[in-house]
């Protein structure tokens, strides 16, 4: 118990000696959180602004069909279509 103890007086000691490698721990971390922070928003403007096309087929139009569409549609991230040009959008179509 005592070995263990000295061993950690000793790394303590040696820790706070060393000013650069005490300010590298705190540093350390810091720089990482604002490095993803920043990888991660821009990943998130190039989902903003590009949207997915999506093909929507309800054909019994009922209040599920209705609620996932509502869903996609408020989730912004979809461009629904129902009617492709001038027909109709049907089963053989999609």
């Given at each position: 118990?005592?070995?263990?103890?000295?061993?950690?007086?000793?790394?303590?000691?040696?820790?706070?000696?060393?000013w650069a490698g005490?300010?590298?721990?705190?540093?350390?971390?810091?720089?990482?959180?604002?490095?993803?922070?920043?990888?991660?928003?821009?990943?998130?403007?190039?989902?903003?602004?590009?949207?997915?096309?999506?093909?929507?087929?309800?054909?019994?139009?009922?209040?599920?069909?209705?609620?996932?569409?509502?869903?996609?549609?408020?989730?912004?991230?979809?461009?629904?279509?129902?009617?492709?040009?001038?027909?109709?959008?049907?089963?053989?179509?999609?």
């Open positions: 118990m005592n070995r263990l103890l000295a061993s950690i007086k000793k790394e303590f000691l040696v820790l706070v000696r060393d005490l300010g590298l721990i705190f540093l350390m971390p810091v720089v990482l959180v604002l490095v993803m922070t920043l990888i991660q928003d821009a990943s998130f403007r190039l989902m903003d602004e590009s949207r997915i096309t999506l093909l929507y087929l309800d054909e019994d139009q009922d209040t599920l069909g209705i609620r996932v569409k509502q869903g996609l549609e408020k989730a912004g991230y979809f461009e629904i279509v129902t009617s492709p040009g001038t027909g109709k959008l049907d089963e053989k179509t999609v």
